[in-house]
């Protein structure tokens, strides 16, 4: 069977600030080799949709200024393949764009839509997983988003409460929910009933584009009055740059999939991580003797266990005494924090602009 | 009464091992400008010493590779007043060189010899006490040498014993004693018999040569056979760079000072640190309301306490739920380490070495 309908749409335009200041406003997250690989986790959420979607079907959505970052870093792609965002709004004015763009260039594409920094361990089970939903919203007109097995009751990420099945691993959508207490998260692991929100989502050019004009016609109002310039790309990137940054900031979840009711969700199982947290970078890292993730810098340790090194490659960190910290260098800012307090990393950032502006963000 | 005839050599030679990697093999703690004052301790050496000496009679003694560094941060220095060793030996053949150097500039010289990288915080009492010196050496054949009225059991001095008084404020010296353990240190405080060795020295020329002939029979064996060379510039530095490499290594202290008997003291106290650790640079230093020493770089913290600072001035530091630490960052290298584990740096510096070679040294 011909993949050739099929389409790819990376989103890439994030900030990173929880990972401030390995991850800077110039450089955010998805740009950067957490592991030390050789490639970004950009490039690998490339790479790993490469069996699966044609090359040329594959488009990056990105704020204008990551822009050379992604050329830089995807140097095989097209100009045409970036989509140059003029302000940053959330999700669903991103697919709402991407979907009208793709549209224009195939009315039969189907199209998968992923995060560009998150971790997936299990590449193979990953393309099974998304050809089953490929199958599955080239046969229906549905809306299918990825649920993850959990493995912990992770408080920090949204859950997807199962329905009625649909096939073997796909079963419609019974409600979302915010992220829960620990307890809450117990009970839902427990269930066996509730899957986490990837954020990654597969449909039809068609059922996205029906869903959005039914779940969000402000916007789509806005998109309908560019409906001429699509598939032109200087017209379209005219229109995009007058009328993109009036769109309402609004997530795809929120818009859409919360309120319609062709959603389905995949059950998957193939070593995911929303690579959230210093915490969630320390757990899926490989660890040193003294059980300290040193990426690819340079340490030596002193009864030091337990801590995340994140440092410019060619930099030496001698550390004594410390266990369970985050230590984070990007030239002219230092950063020493115990893992336990990564939630106040936005706090920080907020009393440094407070401090300085955007000299260190 | 004139001074044209009052010298100072200021030893500026030293590594600074103990605080690395803030000062580095290529800019040592002598060249730093540790309390962000804008001057670095040599330049407050030299600074303290201009009321005293003039300063065509201020010579500096570095080690070759340091020269460029004197002249950038002394640049009113003329090239013929810093001697550049060709070898890393210790005090005495230091000593012993500029004694020689400035015996042919004028043979009615006498001398004050100090340290680079200490700190003195009382400059009118340091230039009392030093104008007292001179006066004393002046009167008599005698080598002074400056004891610091001790202000706590430090272990990591040495102390000098007082004997019988001489003057006001000089005495003969009883004994020298290497650095006692805390029951020890105790006691010499409070006998008030005890004093620093601050490694300030005064003397006329003749005295000091005199002595080390006396004392250092072999290495005096070495600087006369150049006797006919100081005094012209190419040919003294042609002799120093064939024969000074030579020299046996060995400190002031123990070829003269504890061999001698016309050693005396001048018990003094103008708030002198020999800044030989983070610790002392902690002490001596101003703190913010958080009890932290942030010198010149800008640090934001959060529930940390008791820590110093030491980063290059435009960088940024965040810090949180850090107590008592050292934070060090010198470009390619960070340590962090408990203040309490100091005296572990050299070794930490040693396994550097053997990993890395000289890159971070």
């Given at each position: 069977m011909t993949n050739q309908h099929r389409y790819c749409v990376i989103m890439c335009g994030?900030?990173?600030?929880?990972?401030?200041p390995y991850s800077r406003?110039?450089?955010p997250k998805q740009f950067i080799d957490f592991f030390g690989t050789g490639r970004s986790l950009l490039q690998m959420s490339y790479d790993r949709i490469l069996p699966i979607v044609p090359k040329e079907n594959i488009i990056i959505v990105t704020n204008d200024k990551y822009a050379p970052l992604v050329k830089e870093q995807?140097?095989?792609?097209?100009?045409?393949?970036i989509l140059r965002e003029p302000a940053r709004r959330n999700t669903a004015p991103c697919i709402a764009w991407a979907a009208c763009h793709i549209h224009a260039l195939d009315p039969e594409a189907s199209i998968i839509v992923t995060p560009s920094d998150h971790v997936i361990t299990r590449e193979i089970q990953f393309v099974e997983s998304i050809k089953r939903g490929f199958e599955f919203v080239d046969s229906c007109d549905s809306l299918l988003t990825l649920g993850i097995k959990p493995t912990r009751p992770e408080t920090g990420y949204g859950y997807i409460q199962i329905g009625q099945p649909e096939t073997d691993c796909i079963n419609k959508v019974k409600t979302f929910t915010e992220k829960p207490d620990r307890d809450l998260a117990k009970v839902f692991v427990e269930s066996g009933e509730f899957f986490w929100n990837s954020g990654i989502f597969l449909w039809s050019v068609d059922s996205i584009l029906k869903a959005l004009h039914e779940y969000a016609p402000d916007l789509m109002s806005v998109f309908e009055r560019g409906r001429a310039s699509f598939g032109h790309p200087e017209e379209e990137m005219e229109f995009i740059n007058r009328e993109?940054?009036?769109?309402?900031?609004?997530s795809i979840d929120y818009a859409v999939m919360e309120r319609a009711d062709n959603v389905y969700v995949e059950c998957v199982d193939?070593?995911?991580?929303?690579?959230?947290?210093w915490s969630a970078l320390y757990d899926m890292s490989p660890k040193n003797a003294d059980k300290n993730v040193t990426q690819n810098c340079r340490v030596i340790s002193y009864s030091s266990e337990g801590n995340v090194f994140a440092v410019n490659p060619d930099k030496l960190v001698v550390v004594s005494g410390l266990a369970d910290y985050v230590i984070a260098d990007s030239d002219d800012v230092l950063l020493i924090c115990p893992k336990s307090e990564e939630q106040s990393i936005k706090l920080y950032v907020n009393d440094v602009k407070l401090a300085y502006g955007d000299k260190y963000i």
């Open positions: 994030g900030i990173g600030s929880r990972f401030w406003a110039d450089r995807l140097p095989e792609l097209d100009e045409s393949q993109f940054p009036g769109c309402v900031n609004i193939f070593g995911w991580n929303d690579l959230g947290t």
